[in-house]
Nanobody
Framework: QVQLVESGGGLVQAGDSLRLSCIASGRDFSSNVMGWFRQAPGKEREFVATINWNGRSTGFADSVKGRFTISRDKDKNTLYLQMNSLKPEDTAVYYC????????????????????WGQGTQVTVSS
């Protein structure tokens, strides 16, 4: 079974940093686009960041540009999200996602593009 398991969330203060990890199992996602989404209470799930199959193209939501970095380790089948200068508005459950399509060179920000999802990790940023 394909599984995506996020970790690294926690409670931090504004301005702090966190690094989220997403470990994939059951399938090699080294040739698949992957991304991060988040959802705050009472709000819709929103796009955060994406990275293409070779890691050479990335995309970010305007709200996190300049603060967040997405990367991947293909040997470990792991996706990362480095979050710096965290703000209270970043508080949400963060979800890892992966698409079935291989060798896609784009950086989609649409949730429907992704086929596999983790169960999320909570990030809480206090003011």
């Amino acid at each position: 079974q394909v599984q995506l398991v996020e970790s690294g969330g926690g409670l931090v203060q504004a301005g702090d940093s966190l690094r989220l990890s997403c470990i994939a199992s059951g399938r090699d996602f080294s040739s698949n686009v992957m991304g991060w989404f988040r959802q705050a209470p009472g709000k819709e799930r929103e796009f955060v960041a994406t990275i293409n199959w070779n890691g050479r193209s990335t995309g970010f939501a305007d709200s996190v540009k300049g603060r967040f970095t997405i990367s991947r380790d293909k040997d470990k089948n792991t996706l990362y999200l480095q979050m710096n200068s965290l703000k209270p508005e970043d508080t949400a459950v963060y979800y890892c996602a992966a698409a079935r399509a291989q060798y896609y060179t784009g950086t989609p920000n649409y949730a429907g593009t992704y086929d596999y999802w983790g169960q999320g990790t909570q990030v809480t940023v206090s003011s």
